[in-house]
């Protein structure tokens, strides 16, 4: 893991060549209000399989997620666990004003994340109502996208999750070119699935097998390619779109 100031006597650097600060939480910020932010932040990345949130661990800070994928999950008392989400660039990773993180986090790719301590942005926050509002705004997105996987999980069909899922990885871990997609650009996708068929599976309530037998269907009607193992390519988005249900 490294780790290094994002900050230096005239403007923060990295946030001036940050791909998703005006996404995310930043992008509700002026330049003295980012270069106070970047005093107390700092760039860490993990591995994939790096564990980065404990469940019922104190709150002692929070993170943007700047690359990479991060896996939520929540661990039952028998010790059976249970994939609840996915979070790209830009989300928030953290439960803002909480005291205990009620879920644990862990990288499901090698991420990268700028972390903030939790006095210095909840200070922040109380003090700047357009990063309150872009917060707000980022909480409610995610319980949308929590009711719609709702549906996802109760109502499609094992061909129409696994395609879902896809389609959520393919539209969301790379945010510059899904940028470039809704203007157009292109649309296909390749990206490296961020998580074991085993995770696919817990994720989507299906059986490991299940999951495989769709993927290689999929395969077989060319709306999806595998290069290898884990590398995907997806021809045509709205080919795929189409699949989910």
């Not at 399989?49 to 700047?66: H, R």
């Not at 979070?87 to 928030?92: G, R, S, V």
């Not at 509002?133 to 061909?159: F, I, P, Y």
Request: glycine share 6%; charged share 25%; net charge negative.
């Amino acid at each position: 893991m490294g780790r290094h100031d994002i900050h230096n006597s005239e403007t923060p650097a990295l946030c001036g060549s940050c791909e998703v600060r005006h996404r995310g939480l930043c992008g509700a910020l002026s330049g003295d209000q980012l270069m106070m932010l970047s005093k107390h932040s700092r760039i860490v990345r993990h591995p994939a399989g790096t564990e980065l949130i404990a469940d019922d661990s104190d709150i002692t800070s929070y993170a943007n997620v700047m690359r990479g994928v991060v896996k939520l999950s929540k661990m039952l008392d028998d010790g059976r666990q249970q994939v609840v989400g996915l979070q790209f660039a830009p989300d928030f990773l953290g439960r803002l004003f909480g005291r205990q993180n009620t879920l644990s986090a862990q990288a499901a790719s090698d991420v990268e994340l700028c972390k903030v301590p939790k006095a210095a942005l909840e200070a922040m926050v109380g003090d700047n109502p357009a990063l309150e509002h872009r917060l707000l705004e980022q909480t409610l997105r995610e319980l949308d996208d929590a009711r719609d996987w709702m549906v996802t999980l109760g109502r499609k069909t094992a061909s129409e999750k696994v395609a879902s899922f896809l389609y959520l990885v393919a539209t969301h871990i790379d945010p510059v070119a899904e940028a470039e997609r809704q203007q157009g650009e292109n649309a296909d996708a390749r990206f490296d699935l961020p998580l074991s068929r085993a995770d696919i599976a817990d994720f989507l309530g299906l059986t490991i097998e299940t999951v495989s037998r769709q993927l290689t269907r999929l395969r077989k009607e060319e709306i999806i390619s595998v290069v290898n193992n884990r590398t995907f390519v997806i021809p045509d988005l709205k080919c795929l779109a189409n699949r989910c249900g």
